[in-house]
């Protein structure tokens, strides 16, 4: 968060089964999206974000932002061309179709360079840092991504492990 308290954001974690393009995966993998909130918590970015998990259309998402109307959402860019025009096509039903509001929307490869007029002032000015510091799209699943991995580990165990067989 800056020093006029704008920037603030949430990083979702949530199983993924589809690649970037929408194509299953031959493992589940773990998606983090960013989620840049615009003067406190809208839970209909939650709704939204659950929807597009249940049609599909999650993967390509690194980062989100509801604003005024308005709703930027940054891809991966790896998407091709063929599958961003389906993306945006049901990105823009469930953004209009958003709870007690319509939403436009607005959408941005994350190697796109913005300009002034592309998207929102809070999203311009922390969008890069958000990207830049976190670890954000599918991974596949490991070890290290356990919480308490260290802790886990034999050398580090308070209980015999052998008193479980």
């Known amino acids: ?6 920037g603030a954001f949430t990083i979702l974690s949530t199983p993924q089964s589809r690649d970037i393009n929408f194509n299953l995966r031959s493992t589940i ?23 597009a998990l249940v049609i599909s259309v ?4 690194k980062v989100l932002h509801a ?10 860019k790896e998407l091709s061309i063929k599958n961003r025009s389906l993306f945006e096509e049901l990105w823009w039903d469930l953004a209009t179709h958003v709870i007690y ?14 300009t002034p007029l592309d998207g929102g002032r809070v999203f311009r000015d922390h969008c890069k840092d958000i ?13 290290d991504l356990f919480l308490f991995t260290d802790e886990w580990e034999p050398e580090n165990l308070t209980v015999d492990p052998r008193q479980f067989r």
Not at 1 to 6: F, L, P, T, V
Not at 30 to 36: D, G, P, S, T
Not at 101 to 114: G, K, M, N, R, Y
Request: avoid cysteine; glycine fraction near 8%.
């Open 1 to 6: 968060m800056d020093s006029k308290e704008e």
């Open 29 to 51: 993998g773990l998606q983090r999206v960013a989620i840049l909130w615009d003067g406190g918590i809208d839970t209909r970015v939650f709704h939204l974000l659950e929807r």
């Open 58 to 61: 999650l993967s390509p998402v």
């Open 67 to 76: 604003s005024e109307g308005l709703l930027h959402v940054l891809i991966d």
């Open 101 to 114: 509001d319509e939403w436009t929307l607005s959408v941005f490869p994350e190697d796109q360079i913005f």
């Open 131 to 143: 990207v830049s510091s976190q670890s954000l799209g599918i991974t596949d699943y490991s070890y």
